[in-house]
């Protein structure tokens, strides 16, 4: 069984707040994802996120960006997908963008995407395009998402 401790970023739209999520474009898998940081020895598990949202999003730390201090939620268990089960320890937190810079930024940047919540959920775009299987699990055991069906 694989292991993985860490964090995932839940980037929210500055005007749309819970129903618009920032995904970024993981060309290797072929799927949009949030932002995923494993967590190092000596990081906590907000540090080891806010040094993957500024590497990811290619943004700037302590400036175009906040990430909360608390985690929504903290969860260990099992995920299994396509033959191969991942055991989790993951936090969820909120962040939001900060000041012009950081929002101009990720519009101008093509390999990131605003998200609806039920886009998200269902795991794929509303052009078809997929979301990461592993992360439409883990948010919908996790429920720190809500659908917003319209």
Not at 26 to 44: I, N, P
Not at 45 to 68: H, N, P, Q, S, T
Not at 99 to 120: F, I, M, P, T, Y
Request: glycine share 4%; charged share 25%; net charge negative.
């Amino acid at each position: 069984m694989n292991h993985f401790t860490g964090s995932i970023a839940l980037v929210r739209h500055p005007e749309h707040l819970e129903n618009q999520w920032l995904a970024h474009w993981d060309a290797r898998q072929k799927h949009y994802d949030f932002v995923t940081a494993e967590r190092l020895d000596d990081e906590s598990f907000r540090e080891c996120l806010d040094r993957e949202i500024a590497w990811v999003l290619d943004i700037r730390r302590d400036k175009d960006y906040i990430i909360c201090s608390q985690a929504r939620l903290h969860l260990d268990f099992p995920v299994e997908l396509e033959m191969e089960a991942t055991f989790f320890v993951v936090e969820f937190y909120i962040a939001d963008l900060y000041g012009k810079s950081g929002r101009a930024s990720v519009e101008l940047n093509k390999q990131l995407r605003w998200l609806s919540s039920d886009e998200v959920l269902s795991g794929q775009t509303s052009d078809g395009v997929p979301v990461n299987p592993s992360l439409v699990e883990l948010l919908s055991k996790a429920d720190v998402i809500a659908w917003h069906m319209q």
